[in-house]
């Protein structure tokens, strides 16, 4: 049991369960874009540390950019306006893996996935370290999932609370008793 902030968290995933399937996630990716030159799109901030971990195993020829997604608040009453910070113009004709720290409603993952789509890429597929499919609100499909977990608060491995906990190892989920 850890404390953060205000907040107890327990242990969900160890950090021995998590190298394992970054690896599975790496043969896998290997495997499938050979000769296929990839360029994998970090979202920040929560997905630099799943990213560094998977890079490390891709043994094909690839590169890496990192985008960001700011949201705020826009004179429309329909609620954020969004815009993505870093995202290069030359996509048209690359095989883009676009590399999420978790979905939990989708959100954010379909809005990139339409911005990205604008430019032409050959392919556009979507690794998330963690998935909330009971979360989610749009339909969407992550093509690499680390593991598929309930719809609960975690944090650790990249993932915050109010900015704390993103350098934990392992993936702690919020203790409500
Ligand atoms: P979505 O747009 O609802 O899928 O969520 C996108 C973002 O919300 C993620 O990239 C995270 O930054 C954040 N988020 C969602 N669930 C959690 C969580 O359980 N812990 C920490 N951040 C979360």
Known sequence: ????????FKV???????EQRVKDIAA????EYENKNPLFLGVLNGAFLFLADLFKHITIPCEIGFI???SYRGLQSDGNIKNIIGLAED?????IIVVEDIVDTGVTATY??????????SSLRMAT???KPAALKKPIHPDYV???IEPAFVIGYGLDYDGQGRNLNDIYVLNET
């Open 112 to 121: 990139l996935f339409e911005e990205i789509e604008k430019q032409q890429p």
């Open 68 to 70: 960001r997604v700011a």
């Open 12 to 18: 969900l995933i160890g950090s021995f369960e998590i």
């Open 146 to 148: 680390g593991f598929k």
């Open 91 to 95: 996509l048209a004709g690359r095989h």
């Open 129 to 131: 370290l963690l998935f």
């Open 28 to 31: 896998a990716i290997n495997k």
């Open 1 to 8: 049991m850890i404390k953060v902030k205000d907040k107890t």
